[in-house]
């Protein structure tokens, strides 16, 4: 007896973080919320004397693990929020019918193989077996003519509810409105955009080429070369998670040695980091704690008072926890340029929405410097200031030149990478590596002499002093551009970054604002 098998690979997925599966629409529903209360309610207070990285490794943990028995995800979860129950169960009618039919087809295909097995396990001649098998196969015809009538009648009653849902969806968005900001309005009709485009496609992995144009031949060289692209852009080596834990630890004890004076309002307070969490949109991507934004969003209260006692360390010791100073790097093509080279994609860093949230609470008092030393029609990263605000005024300008007869120039400047090409002395006044410094600016084309410039420039004072920001501030913005990292996907280890304002974080834009503000201020007197 010959047996010819086939056997084919599953499904594989690319670039998916390994965590747990926790079902995030249940969250969002009024018992979710409750539940998520009383789980940042029963959080364990950890003792103050453990460092703030254990204290958020334990506190992460036993957040997800609550999570996970709260929360597990169905094995058929709803891709789409607004579909009524009735529809829903249109579409499950309509899968079984499918399913069925793929069944009989596959009877039907491998019938002489299954009349042989039949016939050999049985001891009965063929044509005994084809005497059972042809009333099956003609039942089994007539069931799918049957079902690909109910399924052409299905079909056309499932478009219409779908129609009616959506109808509904919208007409309940345009009645709320008129009391919701743009922002939010956008948020409730993701749902609908996103509606018939979020299917998993299984994509080959590109190609992708070193820097001296080779092409990578394996997925670990596709790996080193994405690495060895985006450590060089941020100036970092690749280390071990232990080695960069122990630089952080180092870093935040020769901090202490020279701790600034702290004052009343310099703390982060427990309303600052409610309203950071309040603000924080559900749906987004969670970080590698897989802590997913909706606890953040729906029990804002319990777990800023939960969390307190880490900001406190956080603001008392200059700790912040290692794994809130990076996270996972993905990357995504900027839709220019050869795809098989690693400078026509950009990075996008995912990290803790735990982390960020903290952050803007620093972001915000630094904000406060930024727009007491920023010019008037410096926009960018003021709240509630669009960027159609810049438009116009080159607009009303162009219009005032036009009407005096007055010649005018526009000079627009595009800043290639320009939150990694932020020096970080320059902000946070660090120790000054004159060395990284004379190769970042060399590489750049920046003339000998502005090099030397620059360093003078750096050794007095910096960027946050001249705006007047607190001793306290500057260290602890020191301090969290400090031993900060990112991790691709399936790398082991970690590249602890040492330039750039990290683009993704909350403190990035701020940064990169405020250094800017200074550059215009000394290019204004110049002119």
């Known amino acids: 007896v010959a047996v010819h098998a086939v056997a084919s690979r599953g499904k594989q997925t690319r670039g998916r973080r390994a965590g747990v599966p926790l079902d995030t629409r249940a969250m969002a529903s009024p018992k979710g919320q409750q539940q998520l209360r009383e789980i940042a309610d029963s959080l364990t207070l950890q003792p103050w004397g453990m460092d703030a990285h254990e204290h958020c490794h334990r506190l992460s943990e036993e957040l997800l693990h609550k999570l996970a028995i709260s929360f597990p995800r169905p094995r058929t979860a709803r891709r789409t929020s607004y579909i009524s129950e009735d529809t829903w169960r249109l579409r499950h009618t309509r899968v079984t019918l499918q399913r069925s039919a793929r069944r009989r087809r596959l009877f039907m295909g491998f019938s002489p193989l299954r009349l042989a097995l039949r016939a050999w396990r049985r001891g009965c001649s063929m044509l005994r077996t084809w005497l059972w098998f042809i009333p099956k196969v003609l039942r089994y015809i007539l069931l799918t003519k049957q079902d690909q009538v109910q399924l052409r009648s299905l079909m056309e009653q499932l478009r219409a509810a779908l129609r009616h849902d959506r109808d509904v969806f919208v007409q309940a968005i345009a009645q709320e409105a008129q009391t919701m900001s743009q922002g939010a309005v956008y948020q409730r009709l993701r749902p609908l955009l996103r509606f018939g485009g979020n299917r998993r496609k299984h994509h080959v992995a590109p190609a992708v080429r070193f820097k001296d144009g080779s092409l990578a031949e394996d997925a670990t060289e596709r790996l080193n070369a994405w690495i060895e692209h985006f450590s060089e852009m941020e100036r970092g080596p690749r280390i071990s998670p232990q080695d960069l834990l122990d630089h952080c630890r180092q870093f935040q004890q020769a901090q202490l040695c020279d701790f600034p004076e702290i004052g009343t309002g310099d703390i982060i307070t427990r309303t600052g980091i409610e309203a950071s969490f309040r603000g924080t949109a559900p749906g987004k991507s969670p970080g590698l704690d897989c802590i997913p934004g909706e606890l953040l969003h729906f029990a804002p209260g319990p777990l800023a008072r939960a969390l307190m006692p880490l900001v406190l360390k956080m603001c008392t010791r200059l700790q912040e926890p290692v794994q809130w100073k990076g996270g996972q790097l993905f990357t995504a093509f900027k ?88 020096l970080r002395p320059a902000v946070v006044g660090r120790d000054l590596d004159t060395g990284l410094i004379q190769k970042i600016m060399r590489e750049s084309g920046v003339p000998e002499e502005a090099i030397a410039e620059l360093i003078n420039a750096l050794a007095s004072r910096t960027v946050m002093q001249q705006a007047g920001t607190s001793k306290w501030l500057q260290a602890a913005l020191g301090e969290m551009f400090s031993a900060t990292w990112f991790q691709l996907s399936g790398q082991k280890d970690v590249v602890e970054t040492s330039t750039g304002s990290r683009p993704g974080d909350s403190l990035a834009d701020a940064t990169f604002n405020l250094l800017f503000a200074h550059m215009l201020a000394a290019l204004t007197l110049r002119l």
Do not use: W
């Not at 609470?361 to 709240?383: E, I, T, Y």
């Not at 005024?393 to 007055?406: E, G, P, S």
């Open 335 to 422: 839709g220019k340029g050869d795809q098989t080279r690693c400078d026509s994609h950009r990075g996008l860093l995912v990290s803790s929405v735990l982390g960020k949230a903290v952050r803007a609470q620093f972001r915000k008092k630094l904000m406060n410097s930024f727009d007491a030393v920023s010019s008037p029609l410096q926009l960018g990263g003021k709240p509630g200031v669009s960027c159609l605000v810049g438009s116009h005024a080159v607009r009303l300008f162009q219009q005032f030149c036009r009407q005096d007869k007055c010649s005018y120039a526009i000079i627009f400047l595009d800043l290639k990478e320009a939150f990694y090409r932020v």
